[in-house]
Structure formats: C-alpha cells, structure tokens
T-cell receptor, first 114, second 121 residues
Framework: AQSVTQPDIHITVSEGASLELRCNYS??????LFWYVQSPGQGLQLLLK??????LVQGIKGFEAEFKRSQSSFNLRKPSVHWSDAAEYFC????????????FGTGTQLKVEL | GAVVSQHPSRVICKSGTSVKIECRSL??????MFWYRQFPKQSLMLMAT?????????EQGVEKDKFLINHASLTLSTLTVTSAHPEDSSFYIC??????FGGGESTDTQYFGPGTRLTVL
C-alpha cells in the first residue's frame, strides 16, 4: 500500500521569499504524484501532477515540483511566494492502474508574512 | 475545463434527518467519483469510490447503510447521509476522475468539488 509523508505541518515564509514544501512517498514502483492546494472552506485545486517523463514538472500559479526517485520525494517549490499563496497544501500519491485511488499526506499549512 | 460542482455548499439539519449531497462533473464524463470526509485541520479521508452503474466501494470502517452513494449517470454522484447525528457533522468533498488526454498527454486525475459543510444539530 502506498503512503505519503509531509514532514512540515506549518511553514511560514516572507512574501517574495522562495518556498519548498516537502513530500516523501512510499510505493513499490513509480506512482502518480500530485500536489493540491486548499483554501479555507474550499475544495482542492490541482497545482501539478507527475506521471512519467521529465522529472521537473511545472504547474499553475508559478509552482513546480521535482520527482526524485532515489529519494522517493516530490517536493513543491516556488521561487517567490505571494501573500495569496497562504493555504493548505496536500501531496497525494496514486497507483497507476489502481483506479487512481489517492492517498493524501497530512498537509502543510503555509503562512505568508507581509 | 475539468470543473466539478457540489450542492449544497452548506447544510444544517436536525438529528435523525437525512441529507443528500450532489456531485457533478460539469464538462467531462466521470465513470468514477470519490467521496471524502475532512475533519478540521486534518487531511482527507476517503470514504468510498463511486462507479457509474454499479455499487459503490466503501473504505474499511465506513458504514454503507449510513452513507448511501448513488452514481446514476456519468456526470452525477450523490451521497446521502441517513439518520444524521451530530458526529456526522463534517466537511464532505467529492472528486471526479478524469481520464483521457489533456495538454497533449494522457492523464488520470481527480478534480475536486468545492465541498459541503454539514452541521447536524
């Protein structure tokens, strides 16, 4: 069974600073990997996804993530954070051919200081 | 594209009543939809997988007689919380599975609805 770990429960960064949110997964092969963002009281919005190919994937809102097989990681990055990026971020892993049933990490709450 | 709606966004009901939540994929067909429950400050917990034209598959520990799921069409799944009690109060989120081609590549992605806040008095 797959699992996801997001080691950081809370992260605070200053507006304009760079951001990296960590995500580690456990799966026997290369999984499908996703990052979603959730604003308070809202559903989840897809930021980016990785299925195969180029290990650096670009997403919406200036986010990118890099799949590192050797580290079983899929960290999310943004070079310059905006105040509107404050939200909860979830990493998720899905099993290819498994009906895309997702396992979510516990989430990282991002706070942006002005 | 890939928009999912949920209705209602918020519902308050009395203990013992039933509540129906609708999940619709607006611009694509979804043979599979998922229902999640989210407690405050916590992650999403998968409740069940809804497949069009067949019975839903429930996760371990989820009462299928309490949380009735119907997926009667390729764009609509419903979750009915029967005989609701205060402990059923939660944020319920659905997602619809999109498979096909997007941006020139094949994809298999869940798109989420905005959620439904259920409060049982």
């Amino acid at each position: 069974a797959q699992s996801v770990t997001q080691p950081d429960i809370h992260i605070t960064v200053s507006e304009g600073a760079s951001l990296e949110l960590r995500c580690n997964y456990s799966y026997g092969a290369t999984p499908y990997l996703f990052w979603y963002v959730q604003s308070p009281g809202q559903g989840l919005q897809l930021l980016l996804k990785y299925f195969s190919g180029d290990t650096l994937v670009q997403g919406i809102k200036g986010f990118e993530a890099e799949f590192k097989r050797s580290q079983s990681s899929f960290n999310l990055r943004k070079p310059s954070v905006h105040w509107s990026d404050a939200a909860e971020y979830f990493c998720a892993v899905g099993a290819p051919g498994g009906g895309n049933k997702l396992t979510f990490g516990t989430g990282t709450q991002l706070k942006v200081e002005l | 594209g890939a928009v999912v709606s949920q209705h209602p966004s918020r519902v308050i009901c009395k203990s013992g009543t039933s509540v129906k939540i609708e999940c619709r994929s607006l611009d694509f067909q979804a043979t599979t939809m998922f229902w999640y429950r989210q407690f405050p400050k916590q992650s999403l917990m998968l409740m069940a997988t809804s497949n069009e034209g067949s019975k839903a598959t429930y996760e371990q520990g989820v009462e299928k007689d309490k949380f009735l799921i119907n997926h009667a069409s390729l764009t609509l799944s419903t979750l009915t919380v029967t005989s609701a009690h205060p402990e059923d109060s939660s944020f319920y989120i659905c997602s619809a599975r999109f498979t096909g081609f997007g941006g020139g590549e094949s994809t298999d992605t869940q798109y989420f609805g905005p959620g439904t806040r259920l409060t049982v008095l």
